[in-house]
Structures are given as C-alpha cells and as structure tokens.
C-alpha cells in the first residue's frame, strides 16, 4: 500500500512562496508518475504540475507555468512543489498523486490516470 502525507500548506499573503511536501512510502518512487492537484471551494479539482521521476520530465498548468516548479528528492521518496508569486486564485486544498509506472517521457496530467491520493494541504492567498 501507498501512503501519501503532504505538508507546508498555510497562509500567506499574495506574491509570496510557499514549498509543499509531499512524503511518500511503500513503494519504489523512481517508477511512478507524481502530480500536485488541487480543489478551490465549489470548483472542480484540477490538475497543477507533474513529474516523471524515472525520465526527469515534467508539465504544469497553463495558470502556474512559470511560477510553480515540481520536483523530487528520490532518497527521500519525497516530492515537492515550489510555488512563488502566489495569488489570491492559488488559494485550494492542494493534493498529492501517484501513479503507477510510466510510459516514457510522457508525464501523466488527469485525475483520473493517478492511483494513490494523499489527504490535502490547504494555501489560503490573501490580497
């Protein structure tokens, strides 16, 4: 079983950073996928960044691009998500995902395409 715990949600005032964690355990991380979504109140959940551990690859957000940058700590089986320049529109319960296996380069961005679920961390942006 796969176990996803992310951490570094807070509040934090619009244009700032904030860096979340996401630990994971029980399996061999270099062979998935791992992808930040995230859910603002009454909206769907929707995709943020992913990463393809084994090939380095990686694809965001159209809405974050240039501001959020996904990344993993293999020995650590930890994968994180910088986000700098925050707005008020960032403000969601953020979600870590993984994905069994790969298929090359390619890097995996619907909900539905990810297995393992953590519980959320919420980033409220004030204006």
């Known amino acids: 079983q796969v176990r996803l715990v992310e951490s570094g949600g807070g509040l934090v005032q619009a244009g700032g950073s904030l860096r979340l964690s996401c630990a994971a355990s029980?399996?061999?991380?270099?062979?998935?996928?791992m992808g930040w979504f995230r859910q603002a109140p009454g909206k769907e959940r929707e995709f943020v960044a992913a990463?393809?551990?084994?090939?380095?690859?990686?694809d965001y957000a159209d809405s974050v691009k240039g501001r959020f940058t996904i990344s993993g700590d293999i020995a650590k089986n930890t994968v994180y998500l910088q986000m700098n320049s925050l707005k008020p529109e960032d403000t969601a319960v953020y979600y870590c995902?993984?994905?069994?296996?790969?298929?090359?380069?390619?890097?995996?961005?619907?909900?539905?395409?990810?297995?393992?679920w953590g519980q959320g961390t919420q980033v409220t942006v004030s204006s």
């Open positions: 995902a993984a994905r069994r296996g790969y298929t090359g380069t390619y890097v995996y961005t619907g909900q539905h395409e990810y297995d393992y």
């Open positions: 990463l393809n551990w084994s090939f380095g690859s990686t």
């Open positions: 029980g399996r061999t991380f270099s062979m998935y996928t």
